[in-house]
């Protein structure tokens, strides 16, 4: 989503400001005080849709060695709702890390440690 100020809010998550990005810096800082309480974060969503292509599907970070033909971790929702929901597109869902992803909600928290 842009924000506002005409920023994609999902690239502002290693160190977003709390008066450009109030969304972002709260969620972060809810997560990371809830890891530092020892609670656990049991699931980190990150759902998008598509102007163009017209449906809904998922990014992730599959923890290494994990990939493979049976759906685990990262992948067991997007699995769930290829079943349950026409518009999802489990063919479009993402779960490789890569550098210019490095600033998205999906990668930071997951450096947070939050598996998803």
């Known amino acids: 989503a842009l924000h506002v100020a005409l920023q994609d809010l999902n690239r502002q998550w290693a160190a977003p400001d709390p008066e450009a990005h109030p969304e972002v810096y709260s969620m972060k800082a809810l997560i990371q005080r809830l890891l530092r309480d020892h609670k656990t974060v049991t699931l980190y969503v990150d759902i998008h849709g598509h102007s163009v292509h017209l449906d809904n599907f998922m990014f992730g970070c599959e923890e290494s060695g994990r990939a493979g033909p049976n759906p685990s971790g990262a992948r067991v929702l997007p699995h769930v709702l ?3 929901e026409p518009s999802f597109n489990a063919g479009r869902c993402r779960y490789r890390e890569i550098q210019s992803k490095q600033n998205t ?12």
């Open 82 to 84: 290829a079943g349950l």
């Open 105 to 116: 909600g999906r990668v930071v928290v997951s450096h947070l440690g939050v598996n998803h």
